[in-house]
């Protein structure tokens, strides 16, 4: 039987993190959080559950997942965000998988809550995530904040039943706060990539976003919610392409 290793990035997440931490014992050997200096309880609840604790400089979502890699005692490793958690199916799955490791990494469903309700269509699932593999084999990339992890050429990926459960948000509020950060972060990362912003980008991207996740990915099928989650996305591409061209004009400026 394999070793091992869950690697979790936190900052603030006192109101997530027990629940993490709580899904991966009797699954994981070592529980491994590397926290960005948090300011509330976080490292205290951390502390109740004898779990290493890290604090590493922020520098991005992909820089720190690898960094939190290096800090695991054993190669293979299961990566969660704080406000993720192990359904049982998956538990059982990935205990599965201790005793026989057969591939190179393992994929999983992630099933979205949002406000306490379960979304099942807009997009938002099955949300298809590689989470659990080699370490040795692979590495973070993608653009920030929407990080992937990417393994060599050639690896065998197979898929594990159950899903990873993922809280969204608590409300509507915090949703939106969410993602005008996030469009702040990947207007930045775009600019820094050296890729601009267009009116087509403006404006028909956005309208092509909500037909796909509300039409297409059947997101009038999640009611309300669906309704805010398909709306809110294609703010968050109408609103991350406006920055782009505010941060280009700024640095011309200068």
């Known amino acids: 039987m394999i070793q091992l290793s ?3 990035i936190t900052f603030n997440e006192e109101k997530n993190i027990e629940r993490c931490i709580l899904s991966l014992q009797g699954v994981a050997d070592e529980i491994v959080v590397v926290d960005s ?3 509330d309880r976080t490292e205290a609840i951390c502390a109740q559950y004898g779990i290493r ?12 997942k690898n960094w939190a890699i290096t800090q695991a005692s054993s190669p293979y490793v299961l990566s969660l965000d704080a406000d993720e958690a192990l359904s049982e199916e998956l538990r059982q799955s990935i205990l599965a998988v201790k005793k026989n490791w057969t591939a190179q990494g393992y994929s999983f469903n992630r099933l979205n809550n949002y406000c306490g309700q379960w979304i099942h269509h807009s ?15 692979g590495q973070w990339a993608g ?4 990080d992937r992890y990417e393994m060599q050429t050639g690896s065998n990926i197979q898929h594990l039943k159950g899903d990873l459960l ?3 948000a608590n409300s509507v509020k915090e949703h939106f706060d969410m993602l005008y950060k996030y469009a702040d972060i990947g207007a930045k990362e775009l600019v820094r990539q050296g890729k601009g912003s267009s009116w087509i980008k403006l404006w028909i991207n956005p309208w092509f976003k909500f037909f796909k996740m509300y039409i297409l990915k059947r997101g009038y099928q999640d009611g309300l919610y669906g309704l805010i ?3 809110s996305t294609a703010w968050f591409t109408f609103w ?8 280009q004009r700024e640095g011309k400026r200068r």
């Open 240 to 247: 991350k392409y406006v920055l782009v061209r505010y941060y």
């Open 143 to 146: 653009a920030n904040p929407h």
């Open 53 to 64: 604790f890290i604090q590493h400089p922020f520098a991005g979502h992909i820089q720190q």
């Open 166 to 168: 993922h809280y969204t």
């Open 229 to 231: 989650i398909c709306s």
């Open 37 to 39: 200096y948090s300011s």
């Open 123 to 137: 997009g938002w699932y099955p949300d298809r995530k590689l989470r659990l593999w080699d370490s040795r084999l």
């Open 6 to 8: 869950a690697v979790v």
